[in-house]
């Protein structure tokens, strides 16, 4: 049975972690929010930010099964992002990959605090925390 599978992350080189949560996938759409940002380029739009989402959906994208069908940027706030992915994407399953709680910034914070827990239009969603690396 074919298995389309949302991958949202927040978090960067988390392919090995997400690879592990979604199997074998058939179709996969990748987004990340531009949430790696301060307040202040949040309120200005941060295209820098948008770049660098983008830049990581392409390479997580890459290093995961299946076939992706999309892979890019999305709003900040991951209920929105989702909304946003399910809208052209019909999804069976939602993996959101987050930072721990300690290592979120403001903005990524804000962000995750409105994220549907179990299931959004109906689609599961399941959450995976993963410790970035990379983090101060």
């Not at 929010?33 to 830049?55: C, M, S």
């Not at 993996?95 to 290592?103: G, I, K, T």
Request: charged share 25%; proline share 4%.
């Amino acid at each position: 049975m074919a298995r389309n599978v949302l991958v949202v992350s927040t978090v960067e080189h988390a392919d090995d972690a997400i690879r592990a949560e979604i199997g074998e996938a058939d179709t996969v759409k990748v987004v990340v929010p531009a949430v790696r940002q301060g307040f202040l380029d949040w309120l200005a739009n941060d295209q820098q930010a948008f770049d660098r989402a983008e830049g990581v959906a392409e390479q997580t994208a890459e290093a995961l099964p299946g076939e992706t069908v999309e892979a890019g940027a999305g709003e900040a706030n991951v209920g929105l992002a989702i909304r946003d992915a399910l809208a052209t994407f019909p999804a069976d399953e939602i993996v959101v990959a987050v930072r721990p709680e300690e290592q979120e910034g403001f903005v990524e914070s804000a962000a995750t605090d409105d994220a549907p827990q179990h299931s959004i239009e109906g689609v599961p969603v399941r959450f995976v925390v993963i410790g970035d690396q990379n983090s101060a």
